[in-house]
């Protein structure tokens, strides 16, 4: 029997990215007892016969889940379903080398996530937004600012600035900007990122649920296109006790 029949096939026609699908029908399975701790998964080529996926998007699919501790790699053996099946974390791992939405990032560790809108308007570009985003004066831009949760835990305060020509209608974003930019082939492609610690102010701690001056990490982000226009600059204000940040290495 393939592994398709066992935890059902995937949409294709606008359901979420693929791997994200992927993803949660694997997890579902693994969380069901579908899958047994210990049982080996079928080898990447034959799951992307299987479910008709490109190496890219299995792998990418699998990789996920082994960072939720619900697959295992052995080397030289395979991939196999973790023995024992994970606890909930209470914090959660950002790879900094994948460019990635919040709600990907949630969803990819087994959380859910949702969204509290504070702002969500359009309006003329100032200078300095237009120097920013490479507009000419005049030019609308959307400006959001959401509350972002984790399994309804506060866990952000974001604040995103985007040229208003990408998105016709700012409603259009539901709980993921990226998913409502990748549907108008706009998703960014490559960003510059900086983090640096901050202590929440009263504004922020009261939005999140701390104490003023609670320890936090200020994540700017400018994400642009494959042609190297800019498409969001965006500002992130995360509770430092609920992430760990990752970034892989090399000397080449």
Not at 67 to 74: A, G, I, K, P, S
Not at 99 to 119: A, H, N, Q, T, V
Not at 167 to 183: G, M, Q
Not at 212 to 232: K, N, S
Request: glycine content about 8%.
């Amino acid at each position: 029997m393939q592994l398709s029949e066992v935890v059902g096939p995937l949409a294709k026609n606008g359901a979420g990215p693929l791997y994200m699908q992927l993803q949660r029908r694997l997890r579902d399975a693994i969380d069901g007892g579908l899958l047994k701790p210990d049982q080996a998964l079928p080898s990447e080529r034959d799951l992307c016969e299987d479910f008709e996926l490109s190496r890219i998007t299995v792998r990418r699919a699998i990789s996920g889940l082994v960072d939720e501790h619900r697959l295992v790699r052995r080397h030289g053996a395979g991939t196999f379903i973790a023995g024992n099946e994970p606890e909930r974390r209470t914090r959660v791992e950002k790879v900094f080398s994948k460019l990635s939405s919040f709600s990907e990032d949630m969803e990819s560790r087994g959380f859910r996530p949702s969204s509290r809108w504070l702002d969500r308007s359009t309006g003329m570009v100032t200078p300095d937004e237009a120097m920013s985003l490479a507009l000419s004066p005049g030019s609308l831009v959307h400006r959001l600012r959401r509350l972002r949760f984790a399994d309804d835990r506060p866990m952000a305060v974001e604040y995103t600035l985007l040229p208003g020509h990408y998105l016709p209608d700012v409603k259009a974003i539901d709980t993921s900007l990226y998913d409502a930019l990748d549907k108008m082939g706009c998703r960014p492609t490559r960003a510059l990122q900086r983090l640096r610690a901050i202590a929440f102010d009263e504004q922020h701690a009261t939005m999140i649920g701390v104490d003023v001056g609670h320890a936090g990490l200020l994540i700017e982000r400018r994400g642009f296109l494959q042609d190297g226009r800019p498409v969001e600059i965006t500002q992130s204000h995360y509770r430092g006790d609920a992430y760990d940040f990752v970034a892989e290495l090399s000397d080449v």
